[in-house]
Structures are given as structure tokens and as C-alpha cells.
């Protein structure tokens, strides 16, 4: 395990990558999307998006006003030392961080009902804006590794996590999804979207894998479920920014844990932003 100056400036350089940089496989999604866009309009934007993505790798600036809320995934291999340290660690990587590109302060102030009603006034600093709980994810690999993904407040606005009656039949799971994806990105307006989907057993479960759909997300593949997904929620003519077009996703990542002999399914659906996943991950051992 690397030392604790270490952890602090590689979780805090990985932030900066999330809140700043397109992956590789995302630059590629879009130029294939600009590749296969009819609308002009939509081509337009799509452009104008993948050139301000550039300029925030080149500045190491944020990729959006709305900088997020660090959500933390640590992957834990078979030889891996967790630690109160290491999550100590962790969090001031975070804070430092959130204080260096800066972030947009957002942290509200007060006790729970002043939070709950905003009256206690918003903290000025950036690192006050506090990081979801960690997830502790397995792993076979041998490693410690910490994936940072931002999340803005207006996917998880149009986010949803509801029970879907399948009728013993996964068109009807399918059809449920594509039907709240549609009216989310219609929503959303910051398009294109990447859905990120989780399917469980229980709330938390669905939203746990909804954030392991995103970790384990790749542009350049697609399971045939998320790839119907995709092209069932392009035909609806959405568009970029919402102007029309057949580039309303980009992608979706989907993640279907265990079920349970039951009538329903829990399905959590986050349609990320044109900007999201803001994510980037880093070794920590």
C-alpha cells in the first residue's frame, strides 16, 4: 500500500481527470455519432460538445458549470487492506480535489432540516461538497482501485428507481425501460445521453449496480439489451440538446444482478448527461 501523501495526490488527480476529460472510448462515440448524424443541427452540437470536451483536457478545467458530486467506487482485489486510513485518505484526495479545479460550491449548511429546506445558508468552499458513500466492489485482480464518477443534479433529476411487473417475459422489463429512458432524455435536454441501468433484487441493490454499470462500461461494446435500448430510444428523434435528430444516446450500460422468484424487478435508470460519466479511476495498491 502506497503512502498516505500518495493516496491524497492520485485520488485528487483523479478527480480532476473526471470532472475534465472524455475517455477515449467516449471521443469515439461521439465521432461516430457526428459520422451518422443527418440533422445539421444535431451534427453541430455534437461537434461544439466534443470541441469544448477538448478544451477542458487542455485546461484541466470542468467539462460543465454543474462540477458534480464525487461518487466513489473501490474495488477491492483478494490481497486488498482496507483501511480507516486508506478511506481518510481517500476523502482528503477528494476534498483536495474538489479545492484544486474547483469545484462549484454547493454544500448546504445547517442542521437536517435547515439542509432539507436550504435555509442555513451554502458553504463558499468546494471540498465542502461532501462524496456519496463509497461502494466497495470484488475484484479478481489483485489491485485496490478507486473509480471517481462526478454526478450532476439534472440526470439525477430525471433518474428513476421503480419496481417493473415482467410478466415472466423480458420484453416487458425492455419496453418498461425504453419507455422511462424516452421521457427522461426528452427531459433532460442535455443530450446525447449514456444510460446507465441497474436491475436488482431491492432500491439499494439496483442503484449499486446502476453505479457498476458505469465503472464496467465501455463505448466501444454493447450487450444486444443495451444496444436495443439504445436504437429503440434514438427512433424517438430526440436529438442532441433536444432539437431533433437520431443521436439522443450515445450508449447504454446496463448491469442485471441477481433476481428473486418474485412478480417484479427493481430497475434504477440514470440517463447521464452529454457529458457523463464524468469518471476516471486510479490505482491505489
Not at 95 to 115: A, H, I, Q, T, Y
Not at 210 to 221: C, F, I, K, P
Not at 260 to 273: D, F
Amino acid at each position: 500500500m502506497m503512502n498516505s501523501g500518495d493516496v491524497v495526490k492520485k485520488v485528487r488527480d483523479a478527480l480532476i481527470e473526471a470532472s475534465s476529460t472524455f475517455s477515449a472510448d467516449k471521443i469515439r462515440a461521439y465521432e461516430r455519432a457526428i459520422g451518422s448524424e443527418q440533422d445539421e443541427r444535431a451534427k453541430f452540437i455534437l461537434r461544439t460538445l466534443l470541441e469544448n470536451a477538448q478544451i477542458a483536457q487542455k485546461n484541466k478545467s470542468p467539462l460543465c458549470d454543474d462540477t458534480g458530486i464525487p461518487h466513489l467506487v473501490l474495488e477491492a482485489g483478494p490481497h486488498s487492506v482496507i483501511t480507516g486510513k486508506l478511506l481518510e485518505d481517500i476523502r482528503h484526495g477528494v476534498e483536495e480535489g474538489l479545492k484544486k479545479l474547483p469545484g462549484r460550491p454547493m454544500g448546504l449548511l445547517g442542521n437536517d432540516s435547515e439542509r432539507l429546506e436550504q435555509s442555513g445558508g451554502i458553504s463558499p468552499n468546494s471540498e465542502d461538497v461532501l462524496p456519496a458513500p463509497i461502494l466497495l466492489k470484488e475484484s479478481d485482480e489483485d489491485i485496490t482501485r478507486l473509480h471517481i464518477m462526478m454526478f450532476g443534479g439534472g440526470p439525477a433529476i430525471r433518474a428513476k428507481t421503480y419496481r417493473v411487473f415482467h410478466k415472466h417475459d423480458v420484453k416487458e422489463v425492455m419496453n418498461e425501460i425504453v419507455e422511462w429512458a424516452i421521457e427522461a432524455v426528452a427531459q433532460l435536454g442535455c443530450s446525447p445521453c449514456t444510460l446507465a441501468i441497474g436491475v436488482g433484487r431491492s432500491h439499494y441493490e439496483a442503484s449499486a449496480l446502476m453505479m457498476e454499470a458505469l465503472v464496467e462500461g465501455n463505448y466501444d461494446r454493447q450487450s444486444d439489451m443495451e444496444s436495443e435500448i439504445t436504437n429503440r430510444v434514438n427512433e424517438s428523434g430526440i436529438g442532441p440538446m433536444g432539437l431533433r435528430g437520431r443521436s439522443s444516446v450515445l450508449s447504454t450500460f446496463m448491469k442485471v444482478g441477481p433476481q428473486r422468484a418474485s412478480g417484479v424487478r427493481i430497475v434504477c435508470l440514470r440517463p447521464c448527461c452529454c457529458f457523463e460519466p464524468r469518471i476516471a479511476r486510479v490505482e491505489l495498491a
